[in-house]
């Protein structure tokens, strides 16, 4: 399969990705509050992840079959964390 | 003897990449397990933060440059087989297979400076779950070099196509992905 | 009027591939060929399932008579009786069920069924095997270790298991952990092979809603697995460090918590037991139409609430753990996902008896135990919904309710389900017939010993009867119960002795059953349109899918079968 079909500039996205991370090396330092801190610093490993798959990991160009593939066991670890809180965070 | 053109398949994904992204998923679960856990029991406790304060960040920081810079050439040796650039394949190929062995190099010197501060896998919950991640995640990273370093070799005879690489950077941008979770989670929190 | 013929097949000219010269290794022990390779499941399976029934004789003896030497094992105490139980959980689920009903049938069936040449990946399949039977030999190997084998029940609930000191087993419980990887391993492969396999590797003509329902049930057992099994791995490595680097993941006086194993493992362990359902379901819904000369009722029915049943499988887990001490918060959540999961699975049952409505029913054997299947899995069923619900559960958990519960869906799945389709693939797979006598008294003999055995379980579960326990007389309260537990055991004897009729039938028609023809029971799925058994290749061409799995007195042919792959050709003039 050597297709010529067009691809992502890999070049631009390693850099965007270097950038992301030294914000959230950054934002580690930052004053606010923890909870916001912690926020910041996820969502910034998270839009690295999506770049890293949607670019790296050609998901951008792949079906729904495995979209859906790479999404539900995300959506299921999420679920399975979210649902232990009770026992785990909020303990009385 | 399989026979692609004549089945009844869903158009343009090849049984290779379908049972690649499968494994990946399992791995997800795998590692969303460990992942979890750790978050609930750090959520769940106090103190961890000054645990992690004995983490070298800067470390973890180059070394986290070091994996994503990987995942970008490994995605280039994909790029320069699609091309029939085989020397760039080559090229590109060795570059990933030395940063990884960078990554473990790295990781190997923070074991051992951690385990000569006093600091083992039984000193305390924080450092069992960061053995642990890190120690699964490194298992998984040596597995892609070895992997990568199969394909290295059979690229010199010309053994290798764009399909398989395309298959050994899915796995490899998947143990980055991993890793991009684990930095913040253990080092910068 | 439409006539039939034989359809155009895929291509003119036959592609049968010839492999007599590849020796004895490369055909029976080293094979890629996903018909030997299903083959060698089902006997690493039924082996497995000598060593399960033996050591539940082990069990049911030291509990009818407690502090006797049991017969071919020898004196029983405390800490062996935890062994026997934990082993027979272990063997029964991971090297048993799951070889046979997925390993075996599901490497046999599917490319058969969906009309392939092979797996999509041949050797991965072979390397799955084996890595099994090593897994396998791993397991076993840890009976004869220092310290004896795993003793910390099949659910290898920390701190018990996370300490050799609280057992007394060391290489043990360490094997038995990595006899899990090793299996894990091993289904992982196969399961990633069964849905590339099903995704790219269908016949053309054979849509995702006219394959056969055994190909749903394997692909959503492979699906649930594959998402399930990850956080139990993640557990698993957690476990190991407890055991081999001091850590305390789950040992409370390190500051671990032994319930964060619970959830691990029954957020796997419950998507595991449908794991084992589905294939036996998926087996007898192939059976009910073709011994009732009619289509299956609901076959889209039956594909939705699968997949439902499948989903909500992974939201009700802790109706294991209603008494763990666990957030209470938690237990009304659990019992509601836990009864709504009733739901699929009645729409299921109510398809399969709808199946058997007018039609023409023909009581051979497989269909006595797919029939024996529909009531045994009803049994279980409802007594699930007891279990389900927190208040009652309270009241049963941990008892021999419990255990008579999952027994009876269990094996509603593995013997009746699991009989069905040996019972009913056995000419294709080995190219003679069983016999009918023996296969009938083989049935009659089992359900009866099976209810025996299992249903008075609840009799003495509601009475109080505790779980792991390896001496009821210990207890004055149990004493009265002791005659229904003697029962228990006989009964259970019986059932075991009942399986040697199905051992020798097995034997004796392996080799001097009468020979198959293609198609011993006039069905309409692709594999009977193969040689009995197939060759390597399986088709001479490969064929071409017309209509659904189901087509049986179907007006569009005189036969009352109409096979997939056969095109109506309408009569001119």
Do not use: C
């Amino acid at each position: 399969m050597s297709s010529e079909r067009a691809h992502p500039n890999y070049v631009a996205i390693w850099v965007w990705l270097v950038v992301l991370m030294i914000a959230g090396v950054a934002a580690s330092y930052l004053p606010l509050g923890k909870g916001a801190v912690i926020a910041l610093i996820f969502a910034i490993a998270a839009t690295k992840a999506v770049l890293v798959a949607l670019n790296y990991m050609h998901l951008k160009f792949e079906t729904g079959l495995i979209y859906a593939i790479a999404i539900i066991p995300i959506v299921l670890v999420l679920a399975m964390t979210l649902i232990l809180f009770p026992d785990f965070v909020f303990r009385r | 003897m399989k026979t692609h053109a004549a089945t009844q398949a869903i158009s343009g994904i090849t049984p290779g990449k379908i049972a690649v992204w499968w494994f990946l998923a399992s791995e997800v679960m795998v590692f969303g397990g460990l992942i979890g856990s750790y978050i609930l029991a750090r959520l769940g406790s106090a103190g961890w933060s000054a645990e992690a304060a004995h983490l070298s960040a800067p470390m973890a920081a180059i070394n986290t440059f070091v994996l994503l810079t990987s995942s970008m050439t490994m995605v280039m040796a994909f790029a320069a087989v699609e091309k029939g650039n085989d020397r760039g394949l080559r090229t590109f190929l060795l570059l990933t297979i030395l940063l990884g062995v960078a990554f473990l190099g790295i990781k190997a010197y923070e074991y051992s400076s951690h385990i000569m501060a006093g600091f083992t896998p039984s000193t305390g919950p924080f450092w069992s779950f960061y053995y642990t991640m890190t120690g699964l995640h490194a298992l998984h990273v040596l597995a892609g070099i070895i992997i990568n370093l199969s394909l290295f070799v059979m690229a010199r005879g010309r053994l290798v196509n764009g399909h398989r690489v395309e298959l050994a950077g899915l796995y490899w941008h998947f143990v980055d992905v991993v890793w991009i979770f684990l930095f913040p989670l253990l080092y910068l929190t | 009027m439409t006539e039939s013929a034989p359809g155009p097949a895929a291509s003119a000219h036959a592609t049968e591939v010839h492999h007599g010269e590849i020796g004895i290794w490369r055909t029976y022990i080293f094979s890629t060929d996903h018909k030997m390779i299903g083959r060698q499941y089902l006997f690493l399976g039924l082996f497995m399932a000598l060593v399960g029934g033996f050591l539940a004789y082990v069990m049911r003896w030291q509990l009818a008579f407690p502090d006797t030497a049991v017969p071919g094992f020898g004196f029983v105490g405390p800490e062996t009786y935890n062994v026997v139980v934990t082993m027979h959980g272990t063997t029964m689920v991971f090297f048993v069920a799951m070889p046979i009903l997925l390993g075996a049938f599901g490497n046999f069936l599917i490319p058969l069924m969906i009309g392939a040449r092979d797996m999509a990946f041949p050797r991965l399949n072979m390397l799955s095997f084996w890595t099994l039977a090593v897994g396998s030999l791993v397991l076993l190997s840890s009976f004869v270790v220092p310290g004896g084998a795993a003793s910390a029940g099949w659910t290898g609930y920390p701190p018990l298991s996370a300490r050799s000191i609280y057992t007394g087993v060391t290489w043990g419980l360490n094997l038995w952990l990595l006899a899990h990887a090793i299996e894990f391993a091993s289904f992982l492969m196969g399961g990633v092979n069964f849905l590339t396999t099903a995704i790219t590797m269908r016949a053309p003509g054979m849509t995702f809603f006219r394959l056969p329902l055994v190909i749903w049930q394997q692909l959503t057992a492979a699906i649930l697995f594959l998402l399930s099994v990850g956080p139990l791995i993640a557990a698993a490595v957690m476990l190991l460090m407890d055991r081999i680097a001091g850590t305390s993941f789950f040992v409370p006086s390190g500051g671990g918590d032994p319930l964060l194993w619970q959830h691990l493992f029954w957020f796997f362990g419950h998507p595991e037991v449908y794991v084992v359902m589905l294939p036996a379901v998926g087996f007898v819904a192939e059976v009910l139409p073709v011994f009732s000369r009619k289509p299956l009722f609901g076959y889209r029915w039956i594909i939705y609430s699968t997949i439902t049943a499948g989903i909500l499988s992974f939201v009700v887990w802790a109706h294991h753990m209603f008494l763990s001490g666990m957030d209470p918060r938690l237990a009304m959540p659990f019992s509601l996902t836990t009864i709504l999961i009733s739901v699929p699975f009645a729409i299921l049952v109510f398809a399969m008896i709808a199946t058997l409505w007018g039609g023409s029913i023909q009581f051979a054997t497989p269909m006595l135990y797919a029939l024996g299947f529909v009531a045994m899995f009803i049994v279980g069923g409802l007594t699930g919904i007891f279990n389900g619900s927190a208040p009652a559960n309270i009241q049963v958990h941990a008892t021999y309710f419990v255990v008579g519960h999952f027994h009876y869906t269990l094996l509603s799945g593995i013997f009746f389900g699991g009989f069905a389709g040996i019972y009913f693939w056995f000419p294709k797979m080995f190219g003679r017939m069983m016999n009918e006598r023996l296969g009938k008294i083989h049935f009659w003999l089992t359900v009866i010993f099976f209810n025996a055995t299992f249903f008075p379980m609840h009799l003495v579960g509601l009475g109080g009867m505790m779980r792991r326990i390896a001496n009821p007389l210990q207890y004055e309260f149990l004493q009265s119960l002791q005659p229904i537990n003697v029962f228990i055991t006989i009964s259970a004897i019986g059932l075991a002795l009942a399986q040697l009729v199905f051992l020798v039938n097995l034997g004796w028609s392996l080799v001097a059953g009468r020979k198959a023809e293609r198609n011993p029971w006039q069905a309409t799925t692709l594999e009977w349109a193969t040689p009995s058994p197939p060759p390597h290749g399986n088709f001479d061409a490969l064929p071409v899918v017309y209509r659904g799995p189901y087509e049986y007195s179907s007006p569009e042919a005189s036969e009352d079968w109409l096979p997939q792959d056969r095109l109506l050709v309408a009569r001119s003039g």
